[in-house]
């Protein structure tokens, strides 16, 4: 049985469409990727499933229960990792955890055990009893992340928990995050690094305002696309773009040399792609430009999303 | 029960917050000393501006002329000043200095020494007609305070037959008059012996003394107005919490709205509580006011008016959306409600129409409770159950609308 079932989910705001129809289930142990750029819609959605927003339609079920009426003991199966450092700086890191463990009903012995080992979890064993406000950003965001793990719920919403994390600490996290999904936790990961939701997102769901656009395993998401051509020449770019308007995207790279990108469309036949490379490369040699180098590039989800929507994730 | 922990981390917060101890003990008590000592001077002379200044010239300077101005010195409703010139007496009363001129005259005893029983008996028809200028004393007014001459006339002839009547009596009919001294002591003796101890000084029962009068309104004003920056910190709480995500941390934990907003709002009533407790414990420690007669029935009122303070902080906080609209608001209402209910004028300076204005804030129910029991012999302790009811309907209405806001913006 699905943990979380989104079934035919949409939230409108002063009128316009935030989420739209958009529907995904979640197994246990399965780590299920939002992906999408600021304001698609991940935010209000994942508020919604927290309880925290009330859909205008669709139905959203924790565990089988619908979430605008979990009962206290079907809430401690969610636990949330807001975007920004949800916890407070004039507290310790250990008064942190136990007071997010206490409002969780934990007690005792069992909350000491906890706070130890979500301490030992994240790293900060050796910092426990500092003030918050004395932390680093990167431990802020560890700390943040603990939080929402101290109650062992069975599905954890991770917002964004790499933005402005360090290399060592974002490492860190998505280690972390992995050994949830290793104990059968399920977790949503919302992001717009795509390169973080390929490495660790065993399904992502693509959405861009408020609609899903694609979803499924991110390799098989992949498969179906094709690589670009890459051609790197010796001309400038105002000199050789304007023979190849349509046909190609031109790059400068710097005051001698141009970047051409022949882009492999999921509708375009392999015939119908070679003969579009040969007329760039025709065109280029009419216009006297000296090919440098010609490659052929993966597909990443970034680039998939740039198929789907004529956008970059970061636009 | 989980609402306990919230109220234990805001508790815990506070704390270490240095801010939370200066603007809500430090604060006021700054203010209370610098008005104290700045505006000590006015609350006197306000009390000093309902008395009559009286100007004395005694040219008989005798025991008798003594006895007549010791009465007039007694009398609180007069500021009494002695003169030996009288061309400076009567300058300063054609200046207004003082209102009126005493002036007993070098016959003063030998008009006395004339008398007989029947000029004390029938003081209109006899000897002294109903006057004082026939015992030699002259009563001049001048131009600023004309009707109280005739007010001081009346008095300083009552007092001069109350003081010159044992000794008229005493040469008229010895024997009577001892009888009579007599009687009146044995009388005198059985008053005190009935009254035991109890009698003792009645300046003012309430323990305040001319010197520390000022704090008695200062103190629990300041300390209203303080009260309710409480106000601003708990609204400020929200807004952090909220913009730091932890209020929606708490939320989605397994505790109940009602416990959240519970728990929220019990450390700053506990803070509010304590903040007033400390500066009554200050202002009688550093200032010497006094707890009146009943300080057990400060309780309520402490509580009462907390309760009011914190309720309108929750309120606010569900009105304002960002920390800066907490600071302008905040205190823009908070200073507003102190200046109307009386906090920065005393109620009783105020024009009816104001003080009947004040009473649309719990400020006002407030000051109005604490000065019955504070600066009244005998308070009336129906006003001050009705002020601390009104203050607890402030705090449940301002409670319930906070909580059905919270709830909607949900």
């Known amino acids: ?315 | 029960m989980n609402a306990w922990y919230v109220t234990k981390k805001d508790l815990r917060l506070l704390a270490r917050d240095r801010r939370t101890v200066f603007v809500l003990v430090a604060l006021p008590l700054a203010f209370i000393s610098i008005l104290g000592l700045s505006t000590g001077q006015l609350f006197s002379e306000k009390s000093k501006s309902t008395r009559v200044k009286l100007g004395v010239i005694d040219q008989d300077q005798t025991e008798l002329s003594g006895k007549l101005l010791t009465e007039v010195y007694r009398l609180r409703a007069l500021e009494t000043k002695e003169f030996d010139d009288r061309v400076e007496a009567k300058r300063l009363l054609d200046n207004g200095k003082i209102d009126v001129l005493v002036v007993v005259g070098p016959h003063y005893h030998e008009r006395v020494e004339g008398l007989d029983v029947g000029d004390l008996f029938y003081s209109d028809l006899g000897r002294l007609q109903g006057h004082p200028q026939n015992l030699d004393i002259e009563v001049e007014a001048g131009s600023f305070l004309a009707n109280a001459a005739e007010v001081v006339q009346e008095l300083v002839f009552a007092f001069a037959v109350r003081t010159i009547a044992p000794d008229v009596l005493k040469s008229s009919d010895p024997k009577l008059a001892l009888k009579l001294l007599v009687q009146a002591k044995k009388a005198a003796r059985e008053r005190s012996e009935e009254e035991g101890d109890a009698a003792g000084p009645t300046l003012d029962s309430t323990g305040a003394s001319r010197a520390n009068i000022v704090y008695q309104t200062l103190v629990p004003s300041y300390t209203v107005m303080f009260v309710f920056f409480i106000v601003n910190l708990m609204a400020r709480s929200f807004i952090t919490e909220r913009d730091m995500q932890t209020l929606m941390r708490l939320r989605i934990a397994d505790i109940s709205r009602s416990g959240l907003l519970l728990g929220k709002t019990v450390p700053f009533l506990c803070v509010s509580v304590v903040q007033t407790l400390l500066l009554f414990i200050a202002g009688k420690a550093l200032f010497g006011m006094s707890w009146g007669k009943h300080p057990e029935l400060l309780i309520p009122v402490i509580i009462a008016t907390s309760l009011a303070a914190t309720a309108l902080g929750l309120l606010v906080a569900t009105i304002v959306r960002s920390e800066s609209q907490v600071t302008a608001y905040g205190n823009f209402l908070v200073l507003i409600m102190a200046g109307i209910s009386g906090c920065l004028m005393p109620r009783n300076w105020q024009p009816e129409l104001m003080q009947q204005v004040g009473l649309i804030t719990p400020h006002a129910w407030s000051l109005i409770a604490y000065e019955q029991l504070l600066n009244r012999e005998t308070p009336d302790l129906a006003v001050v159950g009705r002020s601390v009811g009104v203050l607890l309907a402030f705090a449940a209405g301002f409670f319930a609308i906070g909580s059905w806001r919270y709830r909607r913006a949900d």
């Not at chain 1, 109650?151 to 790499?162: C, K, Q, S």
Request: hydrophobic share 40%; net charge negative; charged share 25%.
């Open chain 1, 1 to 315: 049985m699905s943990i979380l079932e989104v079934s035919h989910l949409t939230k409108a705001y002063s009128g316009k469409a935030v989420v739209d129809d958009l529907t995904f289930s979640i197994e246990p142990g399965e780590i299920f990727g939002l992906l999408g750029p600021n304001g698609a819609g991940k935010s209000t959605t994942m508020m919604m499933i927290a309880g925290q927003r009330r859909p205008d339609g669709g139905s959203i079920l924790l565990n089988g229960h619908p979430v605008d009426d979990l009962t206290a003991g079907h809430r401690l199966d969610l636990g949330l990792v807001p975007q920004e450092v949800a916890i407070y700086p004039d507290l310790t890191g250990r008064e942190n955890l136990e007071f997010f463990g206490q409002i969780y009903g934990m007690r005792g012995a069992r909350l000491r055990d906890r706070v130890d080992h979500v301490l030992a979890d994240i790293g900060l064993t050796e910092h426990a009893h500092q003030a918050v406000s004395t932390f680093s950003g990167g431990m802020k965001r560890r700390l943040n992340f603990g939080a929402g793990l101290l109650h062992e719920p069975r599905l954890v919403i991770l917002d964004e928990p790499t933005v402005g994390v360090d290399p060592q600490s974002r490492s860190h996290l998505l280690e972390s995050v992995q050994r949830q999904a290793d104990q059968g936790r399920a977790v949503i990961y919302a992001s717009h690094y795509m390169e973080e939701a390929e490495s660790i997102c065993d399904r992502v769901a693509i959405i861009d305002a408020g609609r899903l656009l694609k979803i499924g395993v991110p390799t098989e998401l992949l498969e179906n696309s094709h690589s670009n051509v890459w051609i790197e020449v010796l001309a400038t770019a105002d000199r050789i773009a304007p023979g190849l308007k349509g046909v190609a995207d031109v790059q400068s790279v710097n005051d001698h040399e141009a970047q051409v990108v022949v882009r492999r469309e999921r509708r375009d036949h392999p015939a119908e792609f070679s003969r579009r490379v040969s007329a760039v490369l025709e065109q280029l040699a009419a216009a006297d430009a000296e090919v440098l180098s010609i490659e052929t590039r993966d597909h990443n989800l970034e680039q998939l999303f740039l198929d789907l929507t004529g956008r970059n994730l970061r636009d």
